[in-house]
């Protein structure tokens, strides 16, 4: 499975983006989605995932009320709307995905996924 990102870009606090991650290669509906950030000196942490089927989604505490992930299978896009963006918002945003017939998924955990998109750099001005 190939993920491309994008999206990202330089906003103002407070500002909306809406990053996409587009998946190629194999059937995109079976697989569970995630979006993980990394910021400058840090470790790459979970952000939000979506389970195949849309019906359950997943977010860190830090974004809980200010993002929200959906997907769209007929596209084989998935997509991170971010509302209310302060600096620490700043990172790049790595979508990642595993097969939901290999059971065991926590989407939480970044072991738990198998294929990685390149990240999308997303700046927060104050």
């Known amino acids: 499975v190939q993920l491309q990102a994008s999206g990202g870009g330089l906003v103002q606090a407070r500002g909306s983006l809406r990053l996409s991650c587009a998946a190629a290669?194999?059937?995109?509906?079976?697989?569970?989605m995630g979006w993980f950030r990394q910021a400058p000196g840090k470790e790459r942490e979970f952000v939000a995932a979506?389970?195949?089927?849309?019906?359950?989604?997943y977010y860190a505490d830090s974004v809980k009320g200010r993002f929200a992930v959906s997907r769209d299978n007929a596209k084989s896009t998935v997509y991170l709307q971010m509302n209310s963006l302060t600096p620490e918002d700043t990172a790049v945003y790595y979508c990642?995905?595993?097969?939901?017939?290999?059971?065991?998924?926590?989407?939480?955990?970044?072991?738990?996924?198998?294929?990685w998109g390149q990240g999308t750099l997303v700046t927060v001005s104050s």
């Open positions: 290669g194999r059937t995109y509906s079976h697989y569970h």
């Open positions: 990642a995905t595993r097969n939901s017939r290999r059971l065991g998924w926590s989407a939480r955990e970044r072991d738990s996924y198998d294929y």
């Open positions: 979506i389970s195949w089927s849309g019906t359950s989604t």
